[in-house]
């Protein structure tokens, strides 16, 4: 059993489309994140969650809306997708916000023409 | 300055020597650390964190030197296995808080055979 899945793994769309990416993480962690990974290879948190809770709201666009309906589901949607948001979206999951180990989903590719 | 640095490599690395990497971090009032491996086209993984007084696991020991500020990681006895990039981790909670984890860029590290 995967411990923490994302879908679609990789996401092939046009500049100005609106697309979700889905995460659900069966470990019974309280915590969930979205981290954002470029072509760069820097791993940036986007948003964290906590027991459905918004705790983390980096400097990123208003067009990305995280949504936890429970805490074992963090969904993120972005609006009008631009080039610069091709990246690799990782969700994540850790025991408590204290907690320094993440428990990484597979990753969902999003490429943006 | 970047906030956590390290040598993007690639090292390459005959099977069966050591090889060790460093990191260096920005902020003096970080307080945990964490070494991650991602192999290619996969989702980071906790490999160890890295302890004040030092620690090893197997093949690999990790150093923190809080003085310079920079932690390292040694592999002994390398195996084509542990091909991956290694990504030196800073949090700014003792408890390695996961909204305070700074990722850098990571090392790669290539074994040949």
């Known amino acids: 059993d995967t411990a923490v899945s994302q879908t679609p793994k990789y996401l092939v769309t046009q500049m100005g489309n609106d697309k979700s990416i889905k995460c659900e993480q069966n470990?019974?962690?309280?915590?969930m994140y979205w981290y954002k990974q470029d072509s760069k290879k820097f791993l940036k948190i986007m948003f964290s969650y906590n027991n459905k809770e918004l705790i983390i709201n980096e400097t990123v666009p208003n067009r990305f809306s995280p949504k936890s309906p429970d805490k074992a589901h963090l969904n993120l949607h972005i609006n009008s997708l631009e080039l610069g948001d091709s990246a690799v979206y990782f969700c994540a999951s850790s025991p408590g916000q204290g907690d320094g180990e993440l428990f990484f989903g597979e990753g969902s590719r999003l490429t943006v023409l | 300055r970047k906030e956590v640095e390290q040598d993007p490599g690639p090292f390459n690395v005959p099977e069966g020597a050591t090889v060790a990497f460093n990191c260096t971090y920005s902020?003096?009032?970080?307080?945990?650390f964490f070494w991650y491996r991602q192999d290619c086209r996969k989702e980071p993984k906790l490999l160890m964190s890295?302890?004040?007084s030092g620690n090893e696991d197997g093949r690999f020991t990790a150093q923190l030197n809080r003085a310079s500020q920079y932690i390292s990681l040694l592999i002994r006895d390398s195996k084509l296995s542990d091909s991956a990039t290694y990504l030196c981790v800073v949090s700014l909670y003792s408890g390695g808080g996961a909204d305070g984890l700074t990722f850098g860029k990571g090392t790669h590290l290539i074994i040949q055979p």
């Open positions: 890295v302890y004040s």
């Open positions: 470990l019974g962690h309280d915590t």
């Open positions: 902020n003096s009032a970080s307080q945990s």
